[in-house]
């Protein structure tokens, strides 16, 4: 159990740029979770997938935001067309689900100039 | 809709003292409750967490909760603080279907020695 994985740990862009961060959840952990916490603020929810299968998304999650998981291993948030307002920092957490914990991965910090 | 208030957004303390920090839930059913505590620049981590049962529960780094149903609220103590323990900690309570958190705003701990 090596936790959960996510890269890159920061990334600088230029607005309108497209930008993907990958997140590697603990291998037996079949929910994965997507989450965007901006600064003096709590995380919020984007978007969770059980498997392979994307079950819910937030409405925060525009039209630019698009999440995968595919083969339900490693998930992937792709941003187009970055605008300043999408700078935070991006969690991923996983877990078995019923009544277990998260585990929440480092993050990825995303500016966008 | 469910939801977590943290009313203190900033609490400073001296090495030595106790501390209690507030959260207050709204939630259709018993709550699934949880506290992390975030490092600068770093994810999150599971301080405990509240399923069901005892209501007192005792988690990591010598940090307790207590659930009371009555008051909606799901308050963290710890006895004596250490200067290790400045941080930000965040509230979250549960969806039992979907295993989504909901934070809290959070509440900055200052220690002072």
């Known amino acids: 159990d090596t936790g959960v994985s996510q890269d890159p740990r920061h990334k600088i862009t230029k607005r309108g740029q497209n930008v993907t961060f990958r997140c590697d959840p603990i291998s037996e952990h079949n929910r994965l979770y997507w989450y965007r916490q901006t600064l003096g603020q709590g995380p919020e929810f984007l978007t969770y997938?059980?498997?392979?299968?994307?079950?819910?998304k937030s409405r925060l999650l525009s039209d630019r935001f698009s999440a995968e998981r595919p083969k339900g291993s490693f998930s992937t948030l792709e941003i187009q067309r970055t605008e300043q307002g999408d700078s935070a920092m991006y969690l991923c957490?996983?877990?078995?689900?019923?009544?277990?914990?998260?585990?929440f991965g480092s993050g990825t910090r995303l500016t966008v100039v | 809709a469910q939801s977590v208030t943290q009313p203190d957004i900033h609490i400073t303390v001296s090495e030595g003292a106790s501390l209690e920090l507030r959260c207050n839930y709204s939630?259709?059913?018993?709550?699934?409750l949880f506290w992390y505590v975030q490092s600068p620049g770093q994810g999150l981590q599971l301080l405990l967490k509240y399923f069901s049962g005892d209501t007192l529960v005792q988690g990591i780094k010598g940090f307790e909760a207590e659930f009371k149903r009555s008051q909606s609220s799901f308050n963290l103590r710890k006895p004596s603080v250490h200067w290790s323990d400045a941080a930000e900690y965040f509230c979250?309570?549960?969806?039992?279907?979907?295993?989504?958190?909901?934070f809290g705003t959070g509440t900055r701990l200052q220690v002072f020695p």
């Open positions: 939630y259709g059913a018993t709550p699934y």
């Open positions: 997938f059980q498997n392979e299968a994307q079950l819910e």
């Open positions: 979250a309570v549960g969806d039992y279907n979907t295993d989504k958190l909901i």
């Open positions: 957490a996983s877990t078995r689900g019923a009544e277990t914990s998260y585990t």
